[in-house]
């Protein structure tokens, strides 16, 4: 099992990911190069990276109004709050849950 520190260095980890990834998709865009996917951003965010997905996107005014990508990312935010919500009032049925699903 993961322990909380450990926990906040990934998370932390991949949110700095995620912040990183929005900026240089936001510098690409501007030099008219390649970007990185719209796949590969959405899930950064989605394995937790969302915090720093929606920080870069506000920050940089990236992706803003771009749909569905703009409706994505906000549903991983929202499913995201209610997982960890779901985690604090039920700690006990959320770790059976996910001891289920991986196996």
């Not at 980890?13 to 936001?26: G, I, L, M, P, T």
């Not at 951003?41 to 996107?57: D, N």
């Amino acid at each position: 099992m993961i322990s909380v520190p450990q926990l906040v260095f990934v998370l932390l980890a991949v949110n700095c990911a995620a912040f990183v990834a929005f900026w240089w998709d936001k510098r690409l865009a501007e030099a008219g190069a390649r970007r990185i996917s719209e796949r590969t951003l959405l899930g950064l965010a989605l394995v937790g990276g969302s915090l720093g997905a929606i920080s870069a996107q506000q920050i940089f005014r990236h992706k803003t109004r771009k749909e569905p990508f703009r409706s994505l990312l906000y549903l991983i935010v929202l499913l995201q709050i209610v997982a960890g919500a779901s985690w604090l009032l039920a700690p006990n049925s959320m770790t059976d849950l996910v001891r289920q699903l991986a196996s």
